[in-house]
């Protein structure tokens, strides 16, 4: 199984960024997906998840209103529209699925990883 993340960048603060996340080498329309991060200093930390046919989804009460994540089964692809963008953001980013089908972890719980995008956002 592999993970590729693309999208982040720099960004000022309030702006938006989206993330992508092509994911390979299993049925994703079965697995739910995550969006982590880890911050300089900071443990890992659940951002958002979506169900497998994205009907349900999850957000860290730090994002839930700004981010968004979804995505299109037919292209493999997860996605984290990003708005309103604050320093307390900047991270790396890292798109992630479960060992366990139809099943969606709201915590660091995930078997499979991409490689982390930067997004860094400037005050």
């Known amino acids: 199984v592999q993970l590729q993340a693309s999208g982040g960048g720099l960004v000022q603060a309030g702006g938006s960024l989206r993330l992508s996340c092509v994911v390979s080498g299993r049925t994703f329309s079965r697995f739910g997906m995550g969006w982590l991060r880890r911050a300089p200093g900071k443990e890992r930390e659940f951002v958002a998840g979506?169900?497998?046919?994205?009907?349900?989804?999850y957000y860290a009460d730090s994002v839930k209103g700004r981010f968004t994540i979804s995505r299109d089964n037919a292209k493999n692809t997860v996605y984290l529209q990003m708005n309103s963008l604050k320093p307390e953001d900047t991270a790396v980013y890292y798109c992630?699925?479960?060992?366990?089908?139809?099943?969606?972890?709201?915590?660091?719980?995930?078997?499979?990883w991409g490689q982390g995008t930067q997004v860094t956002v400037s005050s």
């Open positions: 992630a699925s479960p060992h366990i089908p139809f099943t969606t972890p709201r915590d660091a719980n995930y078997a499979y």
């Open positions: 979506i169900s497998s046919k994205g009907s349900n989804t």
